[in-house]
């Protein structure tokens, strides 16, 4: 079993940045492709970007692409979700996942998920 536990998320002004956390509790943490993924209520969960066990790759939606970097830190069991340029449409509850695929876009292949953390973004 692995326990997802993100962090970071708060309040902030369009144009403003964010840089949200996820730690892990296992020690296999370097095995596992690593995810953001985010939902308002009412929709469905949607994909913000994953990144590979060893970092070598990356994926992101194009609604994030370029505003948004994923990034991760094996020693420390750490992922990080740094977004800059927010939007108020980037208002959502963020959730770190987990699988061991490569299949980064799709919630159906993530094995463990974090609680979630509220990311605001006010006009």
């Known amino acids: 079993q692995v326990q997802l536990v993100e962090s970071g998320g708060g309040l902030v002004q369009a144009g403003g940045s964010l840089r949200l956390s996820c730690a892990g509790s296992?020690?296999?943490?370097?095995?596992?492709?690593m995810g953001w993924f985010r939902q308002t209520p009412g929709k469905e969960r949607e994909f913000v970007t994953a990144?590979?066990?060893?970092?070598?790759?990356?994926s992101y939606a194009d609604s994030v692409n370029g505003r948004f970097t994923i990034s991760r830190d094996n020693a420390k069991n750490t992922i990080y979700l740094q977004m800059n340029s927010l939007k108020p449409e980037d208002t959502a509850v963020y959730y770190c996942?987990?699988?061991?695929?490569?299949?980064?876009?799709?919630?159906?292949?993530?094995?463990?998920w974090g609680q979630g953390t509220q990311v605001t973004v006010s006009s």
């Open positions: 296992g020690r296999t943490f370097s095995n596992y492709v």
């Open positions: 996942a987990a699988q061991r695929l490569w299949a980064p876009t799709r919630t159906q292949t993530y094995d463990y």
């Open positions: 990144i590979s066990s060893n970092g070598g790759m990356t």
